[in-house]
């Protein structure tokens, strides 16, 4: 069983949809929460991260950590088609130096 | 643009071939990570050096190696060459060692082909 599941899609919504992504973890010490943006052929960026469990929003993006279910998402309110690329969890415990990351969910927005 | 460059941009060679790849990272990053993305793997987390110095190991095969040089760019050394080592190459920097929330930026990655 991989350490970080996430479900690898792909995932088709139309423009202005709620696009909802998820992992889930098995290491209960992670403590930290990221999601990276990787467009084709680019690598990841950071999106956002939370410290623990609760949520955190930026703009059309909210974050939530439900560490007691070891569940974590990301919501991406009035997607556009600029929105269209793959999301990648990751994780890191409090004192990993290693990042632990999920396989990515391709997400693709239709005009 | 993150500020990692990382070259070449692809690279196509045949087994058994050994290969380098290169990292800089960005400005005044003292770390330095190399991820393998494939996939059926994702990305896997394969080395991280911190100011010259290895610092955590992750799923890096006996036939890899890496080094980090006093100017702080990386290389990435990967020797007998396999068909399954095809596969997305990324070289990553943070300001420090990695701890807590700290970002990671990553470069674009070197495409490794080998046939």
């Known amino acids: 069983q991989k350490e970080v599941e996430q479900d690898p899609g792909p995932l088709s919504v139309p423009e202005g949809a709620i696009v909802s992504l998820n992992c889930t973890y098995s290491?209960?010490?992670?403590?930290?929460f990221m999601w990276y943006r990787q467009y084709s052929r680019k690598g990841p960026e950071l999106l956002m991260y939370?410290?623990?469990?609760g949520n955190k929003e930026d703009g059309r993006f909210t974050a939530q950590v439900d560490k007691s279910s070891k569940y974590i998402s990301l919501f991406i309110r009035d997607s556009q088609p600029s929105d269209s690329a793959t999301y990648l969890c990751a994780m890191r415990g409090l004192n990993d130096y290693k990042l632990s990351f999920g396989a990515g969910t391709t997400v693709t927005v239709r005009a | 643009d993150s500020g990692v460059t990382q070259t070449p941009k692809h690279l196509i060679t045949a087994t058994g071939q050994r290969v380098t790849l290169r990292c800089s990272p960005r400005?005044?990053?003292?770390?330095v990570y190399w991820y393998q993305q494939s996939l059926d793997q994702g990305l896997q987390f394969l080395i991280q050096?911190?100011?010259?110095?290895?610092?955590a190991k992750g799923n890096i095969l006996e036939r890899f190696s890496a080094q980090q040089f006093p100017d702080l760019h990386s290389e990435l050394n990967l020797s007998s060459l396999e068909l399954g080592d095809s596969a997305l190459y990324f070289c990553?920097?943070?300001?420090?060692?990695?701890?807590?929330?700290?970002?990671?930026?990553f470069g674009s990655g070197t495409q490794l082909s080998v046939l």
């Open positions: 050096y911190y100011n010259g110095e290895e610092r």
């Open positions: 290491n209960s010490a992670f403590q930290y």
């Open positions: 400005s005044g990053d003292l770390s």
């Open positions: 939370t410290y623990s469990s």
């Open positions: 990553a920097s943070s300001v420090s060692g990695g701890w807590a929330n700290e970002k990671l930026f």
